[in-house]
């Protein structure tokens, strides 16, 4: 990552369970990401529901593009 990237959003998940889904992909793919939200479910912790005002990626500037590239349907 060059020092003048900055991490930007890429998508925001309703549950920690598909945020990780989408984590682990862009992981595999090179992408380092940041994980911004509250991890919790509504329920706890042991409850993959949803989470409280979602979990959203963040990803470095230069990768957005292909980061989105890889999420796509």
Known sequence: MTPDA???PLANFPNALE???ARERLEAEGIPVLVKGLHVGLFGAG???LAIG???LLVPSPELERA???LEP
């Open 68 to 70: 989105q590239h890889l």
């Open 54 to 56: 979602g979990v959203e």
């Open 47 to 49: 409850f993959q529901g």
């Open 6 to 8: 900055r991490y930007v």
């Open 19 to 21: 945020a990780d889904i």
